[in-house]
């Protein structure tokens, strides 16, 4: 079955630190890139980060919410993704949910869109 | 950024009866949309990407349509399960990917 799980998910104070983790399972992780999407309770969905598979370069993305504070990153020995979030803020709380993102090309251009969704893990920021 | 508007905000149909939601983009994306759906306590599922190619498993009275600015999702005959809440999300031009704030579809 083709699916991710994350985890890491805790109460932290502002200004702290957490690690996210994706585990990703039944399918060839390392030809897929993925991202972190977070949900504010009662909110829609944010996208916040975004990590191309080696093959595309490995690149990362980030909204501008949370440029300069979170890093996402991979491991792809262990079909591991992370986002490491620093410098949290209480408006950092929201579930947060991991996707596979397969892509398609349209003239050279790479589109990518989110197939696979996690079930989330929690981060409440609060002091 | 692209902003990503749906409308209505919530729609009320009755079972059996056809959805038809709403999403307009404040530039073109070309066919690079997607439909998620989400219900209570879930992550979201992904309907339809291109605009209008189903995902896997999606039934058929799910279909999409649309291209560049203006968007379509439309359930046919609903059923319980499909009242929730559905976003669209351009994939076109980002970073950032954007969606839309949702439409809850709820029971008439």
């Known amino acids: 079955e083709v699916q991710v799980v994350e985890s890491g998910g805790d109460l932290v104070q502002p200004g702290r630190s957490l690690r996210l983790s994706c585990t990703a399972s039944?399918?060839?992780?390392?030809?897929?890139?993925m991202s972190w999407v977070r949900q504010a309770p009662g909110k829609g969905l944010e996208w916040v980060s975004f990590?191309?598979?080696?093959?595309?370069?490995?690149?990362?993305e980030y909204a501008a919410s949370v440029k300069g504070r979170f890093t996402i990153s991979r491991d792809d020995s262990k079909s591991l993704a992370y986002l490491q979030m620093n410098s949290l803020k209480t408006e950092d709380t929201a579930v947060y949910y991991c996707?596979?993102?397969?892509?398609?090309?349209?003239?050279?251009?790479?589109?990518?869109?989110?197939?696979?969704w996690g079930k989330g893990t929690t981060v409440t920021v609060s002091s | 950024e692209i902003v990503m508007t749906q409308s209505p905000v919530t729609l009320s149909v009755s079972p059996g009866d056809r959805a038809t939601l709403s999403c307009r983009a404040s530039?073109?994306?070309?066919?690079?949309l997607a439909w998620y759906q989400q219900k209570p306590g879930q992550a979201p599922r992904l309907l339809i990407y291109?605009?209008?190619t189903r995902a896997t498993g999606i039934p058929a009275r799910f279909s999409g349509s649309g291209s560049g600015t203006e968007f379509t999702l439309t359930i046919s005959s609903l059923q319980s399960e499909d009242f929730a809440v559905y976003y669209c999300?351009?994939?076109?031009?980002?970073?950032?990917?954007?969606f839309g704030q949702g439409t809850k579809l709820e029971i008439k």
């Open positions: 291109g605009a209008s």
């Open positions: 996707t596979r993102d397969p892509f398609t090309v349209v003239r050279g251009g790479y589109y990518y869109y989110m197939d696979v």
């Open positions: 990590i191309r598979s080696k093959a595309s370069g490995g690149t990362t």
């Open positions: 999300q351009q994939y076109n031009n980002w970073p950032p990917f954007t």
């Open positions: 530039q073109s994306v070309n066919s690079n």
């Open positions: 039944g399918f060839t992780f390392g030809d897929y890139a």
